[in-house]
């Protein structure tokens, strides 16, 4: 029996036999490498595609969300602890190998599926079989990931994704490893891959207390996705609420986010929102030139709908997105 090298993530595991690799997945079973998850859900539910979140990707429609135990970080500010740190078999779950995933989004007339709530990448080969599975019956398929995965591998899989939430957790290297026990790098590279291959990108930035609230990295970063990925990505400025290991950190306050944006808007991203506080209006859409409401929300709950053909109804400005006319 011998050791083996996991190709899928920048982490590179080399797994003993009878041991697993570090996202708690791939297990070394008498010198061959195997998954644990593989057609095996934890969590399945109906969500809005704004949960995601999602808000220039077919506004109102719902998405089945799937995801399995594992994850290939450690966020210290992890919201679903529970089973992305867990071990498989410690797990409750369900039996629904990618054919049965996509009859179960079919019998729900639902359009699209999501691979979220803990890393659809590290449950990678689970994720690529169900999308390519998804695809054949015309379904789409959202991707909602921190994004840390092996070029190649990463590749192969957005050829199938129409969609993708990219967590851009922190614009430091070192916050990187010490928070999540990942790099930045790869994460940049994924935005980078995504664009490049014209998957519908959106990208959320979790603002922590004391951790990532700095006005000269938020900038910074803005200014490298203006500058890489363009002008017309949606940026998601979340609200941070004391989760995990990270109980000792106040929630983010509202003045901070809205600082964050209005730095943001001056780099030149357009759409720019704030998540996670209820009510607020930096959830609506506007129009970037003549400032009008294009969708308005409150929570996942849309209120006002001003997009026909692709275009801002008042002014008729292009808006970028993949909408439902």
């Given at each position: 029996?011998?050791?083996?090298?996991c190709?899928?993530?920048?982490?590179k595991?080399?797994?003993?036999?009878?041991e697993?690799?570090?996202?708690?997945i791939?297990?070394n079973?008498?010198g061959?490498?195997i998954?644990l998850?593989?057609g095996?859900p934890?969590?399945?539910?109906?969500?809005?595609?704004?949960?995601?979140?999602?808000?220039h990707?077919?506004?109102?429609?719902?998405i089945?969300?799937?995801?399995?135990?594992?994850?290939?970080?450690?966020?210290k500010?992890?919201?679903?602890?529970?089973?992305?740190?867990?071990?498989?078999?410690?797990?409750p779950?369900?039996?629904?190998?990618?054919?049965?995933?996509?009859n179960?989004?079919?019998?729900?007339?639902?359009?699209m599926?999501a691979?979220?709530?803990t890393?659809p990448?590290?449950?990678?080969?689970?994720?690529l079989?169900?999308?390519?599975?998804?695809?054949?019956?015309?379904?789409?398929?959202v991707l909602?990931?921190?994004?840390?995965?092996?070029r190649?591998p990463?590749r192969?899989?957005?050829?199938?994704?129409?969609?993708?939430?990219?967590d851009?957790?922190?614009?430091?290297?070192?916050?990187?490893r010490?928070?999540?026990?990942?790099?930045?790098?790869?994460?940049?590279?994924?935005?980078?891959l995504?664009?490049?291959m014209?998957?519908?990108?959106?990208?959320t930035?979790?603002?922590?207390?004391?951790?990532?609230?700095?006005?000269k990295?938020?900038?910074?970063?803005?200014?490298?996705?203006?500058?890489?990925l363009?002008?017309?990505?949606?940026?998601?400025f979340?609200?941070?609420?004391?989760h995990?290991?990270?109980?000792?950190l106040?929630?983010?306050?509202?003045?901070?986010?809205?600082?964050?944006?209005?730095?943001a808007?001056?780099?030149g991203i357009k759409?720019?929102?704030?998540?996670?506080?209820?009510g607020?209006?930096?959830?609506?859409t506007?129009?970037?030139?003549?400032?009008?409401?294009l969708i308005?929300?409150?929570?996942?709950?849309?209120?006002?709908?001003?997009?026909?053909?692709?275009?801002?109804?008042?002014c008729?400005e292009?808006?970028?997105?993949r909408?439902k006319?």
């Amino acid at each position: 029996m011998k050791s083996v090298q996991c190709q899928l993530c920048p982490k590179k595991c080399i797994i003993n036999p009878g041991e697993r690799g570090d996202c708690k997945i791939r297990f070394n079973l008498n010198g061959k490498l195997i998954t644990l998850t593989y057609g095996h859900p934890c969590a399945i539910h109906i969500d809005p595609i704004e949960k995601k979140p999602l808000f220039h990707f077919y506004p109102g429609e719902k998405i089945l969300s799937i995801a399995t135990a594992g994850c290939n970080l450690h966020c210290k500010n992890c919201q679903n602890w529970q089973i992305s740190q867990a071990n498989p078999e410690d797990i409750p779950s369900y039996r629904l190998p990618p054919q049965d995933l996509v009859n179960l989004a079919l019998k729900y007339n639902l359009s699209m599926l999501a691979y979220t709530y803990t890393e659809p990448l590290a449950y990678y080969e689970y994720t690529l079989d169900t999308s390519i599975m998804a695809k054949a019956y015309g379904l789409r398929n959202v991707l909602v990931t921190a994004g840390y995965l092996n070029r190649e591998p990463l590749r192969k899989l957005y050829r199938y994704v129409d969609a993708a939430n990219i967590d851009l957790k922190f614009f430091d290297d070192q916050m990187y490893r010490k928070i999540t026990t990942a790099r930045l790098k790869p994460v940049l590279d994924s935005l980078l891959l995504a664009k490049g291959m014209d998957v519908w990108l959106e990208i959320t930035h979790l603002l922590i207390p004391t951790l990532n609230d700095d006005f000269k990295k938020i900038e910074e970063m803005c200014k490298w996705i203006v500058k890489n990925l363009g002008d017309d990505v949606p940026l998601h400025f979340s609200r941070f609420y004391p989760h995990y290991l990270l109980t000792n950190l106040p929630p983010t306050p509202y003045s901070t986010l809205k600082k964050a944006r209005q730095i943001a808007l001056n780099c030149g991203i357009k759409f720019v929102y704030i998540g996670n506080i209820l009510g607020a209006e930096e959830e609506s859409t506007f129009c970037p030139n003549c400032k009008n409401i294009l969708i308005k929300r409150v929570g996942y709950q849309i209120l006002e709908y001003n997009i026909l053909m692709g275009k801002c109804k008042f002014c008729g400005e292009k808006i970028p997105g993949r909408w439902k006319d």
